[in-house]
């Protein structure tokens, strides 16, 4: 009889730390979530790292070239110079322009 009753109290401790092992705070599952949690955020930073790449690209050409500002002033500002005329044309199926705000 006390053999049994320490072959089923062994077993219940095996089976709690299994558990721990498996489902509990920092188991494998924990574990396993919180790298793919890692892993999306490093992902997401990737992405980020790029565009500031390129953002930074930008503002060093915005600040070195004369050139750079009067294409973003004609392309985003509808800027003209004094003299030119400005002409749209529309194709047959083209919606109207917006106007930006």
Known sequence: M???LAILALCLILSG??????????????TRRLQQAVDEQARGNTQLQ???AVLEAEVA?????GAAIEAHA?????MIRKGEAFYLVVGPNAQPPTTRQ
């Open 50 to 52: 790029l565009r500031n």
């Open 74 to 78: 004609r392309s985003e500002l509808g």
């Open 17 to 30: 730390l299994q558990y721990r092992l498996w489902a509990g705070e920092g188991g494998v599952f924990d």
């Open 2 to 4: 006390k053999q049994r």
């Open 61 to 65: 050409d915005l600040r070195n070239s």
